[in-house]
């Protein structure tokens, strides 16, 4: 079956850094999105990962292997504002996209 | 660019009657939109696909028959919750896809509607 597995909740202090983690499975694989959600709000795009490696986009970096079913988020100089849910969602073989239950990120002064 | 809107973005209703939301891609054209529901503290769920001037293609476990969409020109999809109730109470999200840009696949988000079934 497919599958997307991530951490529930983490707890990071502002200024600090902290890794996301998602690991998938699905019916063929076209790409690993990363988006953000606050409370009450829609989803907002954040990062894509097709090929392996590491894609830097200011403060927020992802990164991917395929070999592995495995990406992370990693937000550097963490803010008050990052407080927000993370959803990791793989697209499959159709290009639906598979979501993971988010992951909840507290930031703490 | 790629903005969705959703209409309305809060609507509360007695049981027993139908609500429409809309879904407007504002600056591009969205050959497959797609509906989700979600509940609190959880995940996005997928509730169907809909392709401009054909069927919807639901997942399994949604009544097509109860959530009746329409996706009439490129622009726009309308989700129809008909007979609402309590338990229909959910924050309605609906996505688009850019049709120019196929290959890339990201879907770009409307705000969401909260819909409360009294």
């Known amino acids: 079956g497919q599958n997307i597995d991530q951490p529930t909740e983490m707890t990071a202090t502002e200024g600090a850094i902290v890794q996301i983690n998602c690991t998938y499975q699905?019916?063929?694989?076209?790409?690993l999105f990363w988006y953000q959600q606050h409370a009450g709000e829609a989803p907002t795009f954040l990062s894509y990962?097709?090929l392996d490696g590491l894609e830097e986009k200011g403060r927020f970096s992802s990164f991917l292997s395929r070999s592995k079913g495995y990406s992370y988020l990693l937000l550097k100089e963490l803010q008050m504002k990052d407080s927000a849910s993370y959803l990791c969602?793989?697209?499959?073989?159709?290009?639906?996209?598979?979501w993971g239950a988010g992951t909840k990120l507290i930031i703490k002064p | 660019g790629a903005v969705v809107s959703q209409h309305p973005s809060r609507v509360i209703c007695k049981s027993g009657t139908s609500v429409k939301i809309e879904c407007r891609s504002l600056d591009f054209q969205a050959t497959t939109m797609f509906w989700y529901r979600q509940f609190p503290k959880k995940s996005l769920m997928l509730m169907a696909t809909s392709n401009e001037g054909s069927k919807a293609t639901y997942e399994q476990g949604v009544e097509k028959d109860k959530f009746l969409i329409n996706h009439a020109s490129l622009t726009l999809s309308t989700l129809t919750v008909t007979s609402a109730h309590p338990e229909d109470s959910s924050f309605y999200i609906c996505s688009a896809r850019d049709g120019q840009r196929e290959s890339y696949n990201e879907q770009f988000f409307g705000p969401g509607t909260r819909l409360t079934v009294l």
């Open positions: 990962n097709v």
């Open positions: 699905t019916s063929g694989f076209n790409g």
């Open positions: 969602a793989a697209a499959d073989s159709n290009y639906q996209l598979i």
